[in-house]
């Protein structure tokens, strides 16, 4: 028998690992190009070759003990004094080693300071729409996801609605900037606000809030965009960062966690979370990727082939009558359904072999995400497919 929680989660999961099941079903039945895949954030784009380049030369010169070996688990100390550094460089912050704590990808980071900060029945905040997996990692400490629902337009925060549903429970705010699954980018103006809003309500509720930023997408951005470093706004900010989208690595599970001294308990929550790294049974973030990323810290994946995306699937769908907002970063687009229950319309949408995932899946109903981190060959493909969905919907 398995425990009862993990009933309710396989419940919640199998609308995607269903449609993930159905997708590989529908390519050996179709053939894999006849299938539109908009499903699953995995990056198309390979690796920089200074990833290749740096495992094998890591591979072949360093010591096989020390690389494979147990460290400290915070990660190996020249990694993260190499990723303070770059991120002083690169945003005039001040951290130190002490600062980074490697961790397996975002989920692990995530995990780790949601470990770190919550006790049951605490309250974590995030605006919806929202990466679905928050609830699970919130439900893994027996805390309470809180929604606060973003601009029905714009996907934008309301710091009215935010201001709302911030109680003395409140423990944190996950904001994810660039946004999955909507394509928005929060800029500075509303950083501002949302820092000086954390900063009243700390102040009337006599409890620390902390922000945890979330930034898998921090590079992909389009058109210029400039994606806020919160910890120079918000001193109660801790950052989760990840190499999974920068530099295409989801499968290497690798990334880290900033905890700057200036938090409220700031050297403590440090010295708790690398703890919790290690009795969530993470232990370490995997060595050899730590190795490669910091010699990989001036690289970043092709942002222009998800730019050539984006336009073409954006215009395609706009022109064929559909709504969504143009997004300024990450790789999805968020549309609009033609009908109420969004989950009908991509129903609907799989008869011509277009796999979208329902936006109730991210907190967002009404709405289907599609990720556009596939070829661009597949979007000029599935064009045909869309145009039929159109004139099933909108009779042109
Ligand atoms: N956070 C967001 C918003 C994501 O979209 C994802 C993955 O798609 C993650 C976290 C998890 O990323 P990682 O592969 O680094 O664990």
């Keep these: 028998m398995i425990a009862d929680k993990m009933k309710d989660l396989m419940a919640n999961s199998s609308a995607i690992r269903a449609m993930f099941e ?11 190009e006849n299938v539109y895949d908009f499903s699953l954030g995995n990056p198309n784009v390979a690796p920089p070759e200074a990833v290749k380049e740096a495992i094998v030369e890591i591979a072949q010169t360093m010591d096989p003990i020390q690389l494979h070996g147990y460290m400290n688990n915070a990660g190996f100390e020249s990694v993260r004094a190499a990723i303070a550094a770059s991120l002083n460089k ?22 780790v300071i949601l470990k770190t900060l919550v006790n049951p ?11 679905g997996e928050y609830a699970n990692y919130v439900n893994n400490v027996n805390g309470v996801l809180v929604e606060a629902m973003t601009d029905r337009v714009t996907f934008q925060p309301d710091l ?6 911030i109680t003395p429970r409140t423990r944190a705010l996950i904001i994810n900037n660039p ?7 929060y800029p500075e103006e509303t950083i501002e606000k949302l820092a000086a809003l954390l900063e009243e309500k700390q102040r009337q509720l006599g409890t620390d809030i902390y922000l945890i930023a979330d930034e898998p ?25 990840s190499y999974s989208k920068s530099l295409s690595l989801p499968g290497q599970r690798i990334g880290y966690l900033v905890i700057p001294d200036e938090a409220a308990d700031g050297e403590l929550i440090q010295q708790a979370a690398s703890v919790a790294n290690r009795v969530l049974g993470f232990v370490n973030a995997p060595s050899l990727q730590q190795l490669v990323v910091a010699r990989c810290l001036g690289e970043s994946t092709d942002v222009s082939y998800y730019d050539r995306n984006r336009k073409l699937l954006y215009k395609t ?3 064929l009558g559909f709504s969504c907002i143009k997004p300024e970063g990450a790789f999805y687009l968020f549309v609009k359904s033609p009908v109420a229950d969004e989950k009908e319309f991509c129903a609907h949408a799989k008869k011509y072999h277009l796999l979208l995932v329902p936006g109730s899946s991210f907190g967002g109903p009404g709405y289907v995400r599609l990720a556009y981190c596939v070829a661009y060959e597949t979007i000029q493909r599935s064009i045909p497919a869309f145009e039929q969905l159109a004139k099933d919907y909108f009779g042109k």
Excluded at 122 to 130: C, G, L, N, R, S
Excluded at 160 to 165: E, F, G, H, I, Q
Excluded at 218 to 240: C, H, Q
Aim: hydrophobic fraction near 40%.
């Design 22 to 32: 159905e997708g590989k079903k529908m390519a050996e039945q179709y053939g894999a």
């Design 121 to 131: 029945g605490d309250e974590v905040i995030t605006f919806a729409p929202y990466f």
């Design 90 to 111: 690169r945003f005039g912050t001040a951290f130190s080693e002490n600062n980074i704590l490697m961790t397996v990808g975002a989920a692990g980071g995530l995990n």
């Design 160 to 165: 009215d609605v935010l201001a709302k549903v």
């Design 217 to 241: 997408y921090r590079e992909l951005v389009y058109d210029g965009a400039e994606v806020p470093y919160l910890t120079k706004y918000y001193k109660n900010t801790i950052v989760g960062y």
């Design 317 to 319: 769908l706009t022109d």
């Design 179 to 185: 946004n999955n699954p909507t394509g928005v980018v």
